[in-house]
Each structure stands twice: as C-alpha cells, then as structure tokens.
C-alpha cells in the first residue's frame, strides 16, 4: 500500500525537476529569487528571536 501512495509524488518530483532546467522568463526568476529570500530572512528572524527569548530565559533562572 505504500508504494502507491508514493508513486504519484515521485511522478510529481520528475516534473518539477523537468520544469526547473528550462530557462524561463526574467522576470519570473527574479520572482523566484525574491521568495526564496524572503523565507531565508523569516527563518533567520524565527531562529534569532527564539535564541533571543532562550537568553532571556537563561537570565532570568539566574535571577530567581
């Protein structure tokens, strides 16, 4: 039963490996870049603030 429930998502991987060594239009690539760098800058924004809230925890243990 795995197998097929795996099959469609591998047909869908050979797809989109299809659609990304076209070269596509400009303005779409630039797109792409954009996104991509704006969910790097929300992943480091998330990671710097739970390191921030986690020094904030450690100084306060301190204090008690």
């Known amino acids: 039963m795995p ?3 795996t099959q469609p998502v591998a047909e869908e991987v050979k797809e989109g490996e ?3 060594t076209e070269k596509g239009n ?3 690539e ?3 870049k954009v996104l991509l760098a704006s969910v790097g800058a929300v ?12 020094k904030l925890i450690e100084r ?3 204090a008690e």
Do not use: C
């Open 3 to 5: 197998e097929k429930a």
């Open 43 to 54: 992943a480091l924004a998330q990671d710097e603030a739970e390191d921030f809230v986690n």
């Open 18 to 20: 299809e659609v990304t």
């Open 60 to 62: 306060g243990q301190i």
């Open 26 to 28: 400009p303005f779409v």
């Open 30 to 32: 630039a797109t792409r």
